[in-house]
DNA sequence: AATATTATTTAGAATAGTTCTTGATAAAAA
DNA sequence: TTTTTATCAAGAACTATTCTAAATAATATT
């Protein structure tokens, strides 16, 4: 029996005779439709809702290729599960460490990230990142206690 | 017959009951003592030279303590291995894709590196991490290509 | 269309860094 | 000294992730 039956709407191509295929397409909808940043086992999940039959194997198979073809981000909160981010425009990340969710911030208009360090003479510059961790604006709020120990 | 021998020569608190044990010291000792970030094999093994019968647990448990005490650095770079830096004063990282060495990087003088983001009102800041991937001068120089695949 | 080639999926095994468990040991407190 | 608490060590356990191998599917070629 056939597993896969939906029809692509529309052909993304993933450069390096990679091909969108259906479960690539639902994880990359499931992705494109968080505000969050999903863990793998999370994007699991909500994938299995619209295709039961996915294997988690198959999530980070899925995930890691989108993220190598670059149309979608990988992010990584210290040794924490790394999370996945349909948002390609550059930006930051807020950690909190209270409810743990990561949040996409901002950068300033015309400064640039590296401006605060002094880079090393002669290195070639790949990435910087920016990463904050604190307490978010609604733990703030509602007053929580660290939920890790 | 008794494993520790070694005198302390100066007894550092680590506070909330926590001893400066002879196994704590050489490996505090060990990180002061590097330049580099070490991971915690790493650092077992220079440790082991000096107290050969320690365990690889112990010095994750040492680690652990001495980070938690606030005397060393715990630097994560995406989910690699843990490495460990006895350097304290505020200052970023750099990570080169070639060697996979991490160095310190200072920070400009007067620059908040916080000054880059929109940060989000209300919530409560912690610490701000800037880290820099790229290729080191040293591998730049030598024209070397990525070892990661 | 039929065949050959290549890419993909899947389940489960394997891996690696780290944490946990347990009993023994040692230091500090009483 | 006795009691309490902290620490150590060895190995088991854990967890996120990657790998393996076989089945399947899509694409290219004939």
Same mark, same amino acid.
């Given at each position: ?10 052909k993304?191509?993933?450069?390096? #005779? ?6 690539? /397409? ?5 992705l494109?439709?968080s505000?969050d ?6 994007? +699991?999940?909500r994938? /299995? ?8 194997a ?27 981010? #349909? ?6 990340? +807020? ?8 949040m ?13 360090? $002094? ?7 790949? $990435? ?5 961790? #604190? /307490?978010c ?13």
């Amino acid at each position: 029996m056939p597993v896969h039956k939906k029809k692509l709407s529309e052909k993304i191509d993933l450069g390096g #005779g990679h091909r969108m295929t259906p479960q690539r /397409q639902v994880v990359y909808d499931v992705l494109m439709s968080s505000r969050d940043h999903p863990t793998a086992t999370e994007v +699991f999940i909500r994938v /299995q809702e619209k295709m039961s039959s996915i294997s988690l194997a198959t999530v980070y198979n899925c995930l890691d290729t989108l993220a190598v073809a670059g149309i979608v981000k990988q992010v990584n909160v210290d040794r924490e599960p790394s999370r996945y981010c #349909g948002n390609l425009a550059p930006h930051a990340h +807020f950690h909190c460490e209270t409810c743990a969710t990561v949040m996409d911030i901002d950068l300033k208009d015309g400064v640039e990230p590296s401006g605060s360090v $002094k880079l090393p003479r002669g290195a070639k510059i790949q $990435k910087v990142e920016v990463a904050v961790r #604190g /307490q978010c604006p609604e733990c703030v709020r509602t007053n929580k206690r660290k939920n890790i120990s």
